[in-house]
DNA sequence: ACGTCGATCTCGAAC
DNA sequence: GTTCGAGGTCGACGT
């Protein structure tokens, strides 16, 4: 930790960290302009600059989740003390954007080796879903089969699940993870539209959601597709419990 | 800044600095647990967590844009440190989820007063895409008056823009300052075909983009809609000399 | 490289 | 409150 380093020796700093690849946390009063896909300028204020080991960029006020500024990782860049200010470019290729920070006061500077290689994991997201949905159909409907899902329909996109009821019917499933809105049932829509061209049957649409708004329930019946509810919770566990057996090898078939 | 603080030390600074709503940055080693929306567990490793005067979290591996977990403005906090360890409980409510950080380590904390009004500009984003299209129709297609923007599609969503092309067609306009992609066209779409039922007149739809993707342009065409290309650079011109007059009071009509 | 789609998306606006 | 769409979205995965 660097407090209120001059501007010669914040450089001198930020040169040697942005060289050894570590955390860089800069505090002060600073102004940023950018310019790639977009065009910004941030007048003055107080915010903290991180500058990430894989050169990456985030600019945050002291309030908000998302940085006012920013740049992707793997960026160029340039750090120029002077007598007034520290002003860094950082500049990326591909698209090319830069990003420029001008520094009239440094509160401080935290330069950290950070080792993190812990794991990270998420549950449940909506391809967990398809998993849990794929070993227990009867989560959508009983007697559903499930059809390979490689592409059967060429051009509209891929559904989610293609599969056969008890009857012989077609049946598309489009899975949400979250609230189903309008355009889940605009894109089933698509996808049967395109299967009743090249499938000589029935066929029937099918969001499979924790929840579906209101209006998209409209929508839905209008078009004459079915709605299954899917807790969340549901599929969490079924993946918890077809995980275990098979690390212990026991065959058990889910139900 | 606080360099290697003990856990009960570490406990009262934070208890103070979340009182006064200053900005926090915590550096050390730690795991999260996070349940709401979704459930995520992340294994020992360091990272840094800032708490910022909105009472949002965020936890920031050494790489990477976005953090690795987090809680969104508003949360209600519970800092609880014991021998071995600093435990910060972070819970929102509407949607209820909690964020759970165990710090084993902590390398510095750091808390300052962050005072940031400065302004934030973005140039440019659709809206004033639509507005520069609005103010210089022209950039669409010579002729093309603008009809008001208000609803006319009642059921459909919301085109853009809707016009009269000089021989007396209904145009709608669909605006993307990105990439226009198949979406785009399928939004066109639902929008043309809801007016044909209200408009008894020939609907032309046209999709007006800086760049539209390849797949979208075959789907363009098979619909019958046209594309025109709109750089972003003529939309930022255009408002800049249309705010000058405005400014210096000289009425002088754009175009 | 481009295209597609999910996300604890976030954020804001409109109804 | 719900719904809807934009975003410098980012990121992952597929071609």
Redesign the interface.
């Known amino acids: ?1 660097h ?1 209120k380093p001059s501007f010669q020796d914040a450089g001198k700093i930020l040169r040697e960290a942005l060289e050894k690849h570590l ?1 860089i ?1 800069v ?1 002060g009063n600073c ?1 940023v302009n950018y310019e790639g896909r ?11 600059a ?1 500058i ?3 050169a ?1 960029v ?1 600019i ?6 998302e940085p ?1 500024n ?1 740049q ?2 793997g960026c160029v860049f340039n750090v120029m003390p002077s007598e007034r200010e520290l002003y860094i470019r950082a500049v990326r290729l591909q698209p090319k954007e830069t990003l420029k920070i001008y520094f009239n006061l440094i ?2 500077i ?1 330069v ?1 080796n ?12 909506e391809s967990d879903m398809k998993k849990a949905l794929l070993t227990d159909p009867s989560l959508i409907e009983d007697g559903l089969k499930p059809i390979s899902s490689e592409k059967i329909l060429e051009d509209a ?1 891929f559904a989610d699940i293609f599969a056969e009821d008890s009857n012989g019917n077609f049946v598309i499933v489009e899975i949400k993870r979250n609230p189903a809105g ?1 355009e889940a049932v ?1 894109q089933l829509e ?1 996808y049967v539209k395109t299967a009743k061209k090249k499938v000589n049957r029935t066929v029937r649409g099918i969001i499979a959601a924790p929840v579906i708004q209101r209006e998209a329930q409209l929508l839905l019946a209008s078009r004459n597709f079915e709605y299954k509810r899917v807790p ?1 919770r549901k599929c ?1 566990q079924l993946l918890k419990f077809k995980k275990t057996p098979k690390l212990l090898e026991f065959n058990e078939k889910p139900r």
């Not at 977009?38 to 903290?48: C, E, K, P, V, Y």
């Not at 945050?60 to 989740?65: E, I, Q, T, V």
């Not at 993190?116 to 998420?122: A, I, K, N, S, T």
């Open positions: 930790v407090e955390l946390i505090t102004r977009a065009s910004s300028t941030l007048d003055w204020g107080n915010r903290f991180i990430k080991t894989d990456s985030l945050h006020r002291p309030s908000g989740y006012v920013w992707p990782s509160f401080n935290l950290s950070l080792i993190d290689e812990g794991q990270f994991d998420l549950y449940v997201s996109g309008k605009y698509r969340l969490y």
